[in-house]
């Protein structure tokens, strides 16, 4: 707080005959005002208290010189006198504004240090996931068999015994109903039931659409085994199914090459092994060169030098009279692939279980 006493004292002793002697006595005065300003200005309170002292209307220092000084002055001294004080007014007017400025912007960043988030805590960590391997090679599938111009369907979990098996020349008694164990909804053996492959929508579709047919069904199948490395009760298949006019064995041919080489790389050769399927005829399992070896014998392959990729064959003419095509003038290909097997072949997975955990140590890999 400045010493109001002390500038009194100052004011009181300077007496003023000559104009040299006011424009000293005022350079004091302006001598003294920067010297409390500077020492004043650190803190609010006190500059406001400083500022009363100097600028306040009823007893400041400016109101003082005024009183004391001005009016009192003698006609030769009044005009010396004006003049400084105006320009000692200023002065202070000046230094006012400058300081009153700087105290503001500090008591602004005062209050922004004092709001300031603090940054440098550890933040919670949202860990972001990965595509499951078995979605990946879905899509990889999916992508390859549409780029030659399949589209894409999909159907229903739970099916008719009539979709899973009779349309697609399975009858009642047939032995292949017993390979595929079934779990049936009801746990009766003619309701409805899980369906045991994706081959139901080769029906579905062909009920539905006209010829040309050239589509794909992903989804989930399932069967009654006992889970072990090997197999799960459910699984995921893809059903591809072309059906026109003059299709022959060499399209069906040509589509599994074109297909082997876009999945395994570009080398990789197939060949065809009898077997058997109610729905196609002939029926063939798919092999191809081993995707790690080239065909000369590994572990992966198990020294065959061969991987079993799916099954497949020529749609069986006894099938499209459950559809309404006419077999004299239709033909085509079908195949159905088990994705959970392609995708372990490919990417090195030992364990089916692995693929269900969800054990992020695990889907990171790929
Ligand atoms: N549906 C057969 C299976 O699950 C695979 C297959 C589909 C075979 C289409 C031939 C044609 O084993």
Redesign the pocket.
Known sequence: MTDNHNVDQTLAALGATTAEQVVSNFAQVRARFDAEAGANSSDVAQWNAFLVAWTGRKSGVLTKITDNWLKPATPELKRAVGQELNQLKAHIDGVVKEKQAAIEAAAEQAAAARDQIDLSLPGIEHTIGSRHLIRQTYDELLRIFGAIGFSVVEGPEIETPYYNFEALNIPEHHPARDN?DTFYIEGARNGDLLR????PM?IRTMEKEKPPVRIVVPGK?YRRDNPDATHGYMFH?I???AVDTDITFCDFKGTVDYFARAFLGPKTKTRLRPSY?P??EP?AEVDATCHVCGGSGCRVCKQTGWIEL????MVNPAVYGFVNYDPERLSGF???MGVDRLAMMKYGVTEVPLLFQNDVRFLRQF
Request: aromatic share 18%; proline share 0%.
């Open positions: 595929m045991t492959h994706t081959s080769q199948v298949q059903e591809g199914l399927f729905f196609t029926s799916f099954g497949a064959g079908a195949f159905g």
